[in-house]
């Protein structure tokens, strides 16, 4: 079947129940999403679809038939995006950064919705994106910095 | 995205006469990738490029501590380079990078920069030191006309100058000095500077190569049925609905479980689903976490082995006597990225990739299993999604078993662990019972202390037991560190351990034994101040009067976090302090009940580290830690019943989530004293400064963990 990833298609030989963010990671090749629990429970392998933030890891590739995948390798394509990485810079955000490709992709989802999220719009857009290294409060900061820049 | 990472696969000769073999991770990675044609390695730290790329090597793992930072700044420093001009590799494993106390290079114990600190300088100076003289020779002049300056060597007097690409080839045939002097620190244009991390960009972009994003060509991918209980081996299996499954390609016993391999994960984790397995029930068939926790509490209140004494605490003391009893689960270290390992089996020997905190154990290991020499395994070492001590095992557990997985299979096979696998997969922080008692003078404060603690062994049945256990008492100094090197001058001390057995894989976990002593020493010393009707922070300093580097992180986490000012209504604070890996931390917990459970607002935390190389990492481990030390005061348990795991995956296993993340201020005290460890100190004192901090707001006493079991009640106003 094809998939649209970041503007590009790509035709991947999978069942459609495979979880869309196996077909990226072992078959597309774009490791940039991350596995981290298989349950939609951290967010780690968060991805856009259609824009909107998802768990690439509970999303079988019937369900993205037709719509527009973007992740992590693709996200510098906007202008929000880019600001966001640049927030996560600046703060000097990740630690061991396996979980922030996740956590960049659900900032930029909140911000898409909520351009000056509050304190309480970052606690409900970002509350499913585990850390456990704490980098909470500089994400915290960076989506601040990214909503003001 | 490794495979195009491969071409970066290239080996020069050491100035200890090895070879090195270096992985480029991607830091950086145009730089090296521009720099592969002509490199040349100065010395085992250092390779230079002829256009004057300078590629440090780092036999340190990044698991998120900063350590390529860290050590780049460090070395950089010393062969006067901009860190924007340097790339960093994860070196290979070699003898020259082993640890300068210990026969093995690892990452662990806080003590990367605090063991490699003068290491990297002497090297950095060193590599400085040949291209100074390789100048010389170009030049015609003195070498001491010559100074380092900006990735060059300069003649003043002349005005000529000669960059390191030019000087490399003929620097790394000189013999490495053994006097070259490290700068003073009044010239150290990095060390003690908050530079931003090195490795921030490849971890905003998704370049970052985590061991889970090798990709090697052919690579196929496995997972492994394991049993349900520890001890258990399969007797026979029925694979024939697995080898239906779409993509799986084999299914293969290993020692450790049935193994399926496939061409993506997911049709290994489909094929493992469909596989029929029936175990022999082992040793841990029976396991209640209940029962261990009944069985060491009745233990400890029996004498066991001493393995502290000062004083006379075991005799009859008059005076107000207290006792106490501090039970702490077992716990996962539950790093992000999942246990995962790839193995490729060549003519020349076997390629390991992993995220390893063990390089030198785990390759003697995979070199076992695969029936090679170590020589003939080259390990190569990737960022690893986070440790925490899971990723240093001296079992080498997830290397044997992947190498077992890819032995003899003609292409690279990755063994990926799922989320699952990783909680039910052992290698615990071990469950404990620590039971003190104290007799207080009538000052107040303690005349006698007596700590009994019941806990496993870390190391039992590894090749480390023998280096780590205490021959005369049969006991690890991990079992009862924070307990035996107790702080305040208390005149008699008795700390005792029944080492427990059980079929439960345990190892250490982000701070070691200090986990689970520091809370029962600082919760049970605030339950003398209470009892002693005296302050907390006051008592404690009372009894810190000698030890300058508690008294300094006390009064000053105090002072930043206001001890003895007004809080708003329903919150109270709470204070804690513990010595560790050479460190001392103190923090101050403020809390609130919402709903009846426990919030941490704020925690300010001072840390007496020594002398800094990076204060902005040095405050993120901080933090870090109080962080990884909540999730597990708050919610972290794994517990048995029937010799089953009860948790498997985030929902049950709960790290603290943003919402739950207190504000956390990190106060460093300014020290030129040799550095000590940072990553592990700020763990320890967190879960008494939370559970002290409870008890000022409601008068009970938290004396088991996580607090999801501790019912608090607000004490009226």
Redesign the interface.
Known sequence: MKLDINGRTHEVD??PE??LL?AL???V???????????A??G?CTVHLDGEATRACVTPLSAVAGRKIT???G??ESALGKKV?AA??AE??????????GQ?MSAVALLRSHPKPSDAD??SG???????????????LAIHRAAES | ?Y?SRRTFLKTAGTAAGGLLIGLALPVRTRAATASVAADTAVNAYVRIATDGKVTLLVPKS?????VYTGFAQILADELEVGLEHVTVEAAPVAAVYNATFAPMQFTGGSSSIAGSFEVLRKAGASARSMLIAAAATELGVPAGELHAANGAVVHAASGRQLSYGALAARAATLPAPTDAKPKPASEWRLIGKAV??I??????????G?G??V?LPGMV?AVVARPSTFGATPLRYDAKAARAV?GVLEVREVPSGIAVIA?????ATQGRAALRVEWQAGAGAELSSDRIAADYAARARTPGVVVYERGAASATATGHALEADYATPYLAH?????LNCVVAFSAAGCDVYTGTQFQTVDRAAAAAVAGLAPEQVRLHTT??????GRRGNPASDWVREAVAVAKGYPQPVMT?W??EDDLHGGYYRPQAHNRLTAVLAADGLPASWSHTQVVQSLTRGTAFHAMMVNPKTGIEATQHEGASDLSYAIPNVRVAVHDAIQPVPVLWWRSVGHTHTSFAVESFVDECAAAAGQDPLAYRLALLADQPRHLAVLKLAAEKAGWGTPLPSGHARGIAVHASFGSVVAEVAEVSLVDGKPRVHRVVAAIHCGLVVNP?QVA?QV??????AL?AALHGEITFVDGQVQQS???DYT?????E?P??EVHIVPSTDAPTGVGEPGTPPLAAAVTNALYALTGVRARRLPLSHVEFTKASA
């Open positions: 999978a069942s495979m979880p196996w990671r072992d078959l090749g774009l490791t940039g999403t991350k596995f981290g629990c298989g349950a429970l951290c780690a992740t992590i390798e996200i510098a990485q996560w810079i000097d955000v990740p630690q061991c950064g396996y979980c922030q490709s960049i970052i606690d970002m509350n499913g994106n585990l850390c456990r290294c704490g980098t909470y409060n500089r994400i915290r | 995205m495979a990044e698991m998120g501590q900063g931003p991390r490795d921030t960009r490849a971890k905003v972009n998704g370049s970052a985590f889970l994003d990709r991918y779409r061409t993506n994960t997911w049709a539950a790093p992000m990225e999942p960022l690893l999604g986070g440790g925490f990926v799922t989320r902005g993120y933090e870090g830690a109080v962080c990884f999730s995956n985030f929902g790290p603290v989530r943003l919402t993340m504000r956390v």
